[in-house]
């Protein structure tokens, strides 16, 4: 005797407790969406506040598949490969998300749509509202090389950048997070931080990774409850092997063809 869906009474298919995938299907979403998804943005930077932590300032106003994914609750034995979403709606703090999702389940490939709401809430991020209030404890100032410079103080401050940028996402997130504001200098970068330690921490951090020099200088700031309260200072300075334009072979600029 052979085995059939106890549904739909198949054979032939794969079954698991005597029920074929197309069934189980029918009555057990794969995907569902967790309850009343809230996305939290901070109107001035765009960072998205995710536990009690906020990442991402410079993200778009728009949803993204990062802001969404987190909503979807696959079933067990239920793999998410692609998902599309499509966002519409007319207001402003409720956006209606319809989703196309591809899923692996039981060897196979199926397609699951979701549609739901997502009700997206304004709050100021710590970050942008103490750099409103222009607060910080601590500066890291980002400087070349000791001595006579080579080159302009453009290609010194972009290299400056460049070197920063490449090894900062591998930064602990709070640290990360204690960074508020920069200014560009004609000798580097000022990054002020909100939290002196996440400072320390970051500084000593960049040293290692970038192989620079770093001298601490505390100035006293104020009192607080009895006690002096400083601002740090910490000057990491790179040595000129890493402020080299990036090399990037085969962009190799052809020359004009000359005309004849
Ligand atoms: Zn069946
Ligand atoms: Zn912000």
Known sequence: MSEFCVVCGRTGVPLEEGVCTDCFVKSHA???????????????CGARKTGESWEGAGSPAL?????????????????????????????????ELSG?????????????????????????????????????????????PEGRRRGNS?????????AWDAVLPEARAEWRSALSW??????????????????????RWMRLRLGAKLSESPSLWGRKDGREVYRVTFCLRLPASRLEPEVRPGLVVAPEPSET
């Open 63 to 95: 949803l993204s598949k990062e802001d969404l994914l987190p909503f979807l609750l696959p079933l067990d034995g239920v793999a998410i490969r692609r998902v599309e979403f499509e966002e519409g709606g007319t207001s402003r703090l409720l956006r």
């Open 182 to 203: 920069f200014e560009p200098l004609k000798e580097g970068w000022d990054f002020y931080l909100t939290d002196t330690d996440a400072a320390k921490s970051l500084a």
């Open 100 to 144: 196309t999702i591809a899923v692996r389940f039981r060897g196979e490939e199926r397609q699951v749509r979701v549609k739901f709401e997502v009700r997206i809430e304004h709050h100021t991020c710590p970050a942008c509202s103490r750099r409103s209030g222009g607060f910080y404890t601590s500066v890291i100032q980002l400087r070349g």
């Open 30 to 44: 794969l995907v569902s969406v967790k309850a009343h998804p809230k996305v939290v943005i901070c109107p001035e």
């Open 154 to 162: 453009r290609d010194l401050r972009e290299g400056l950048r460049r």
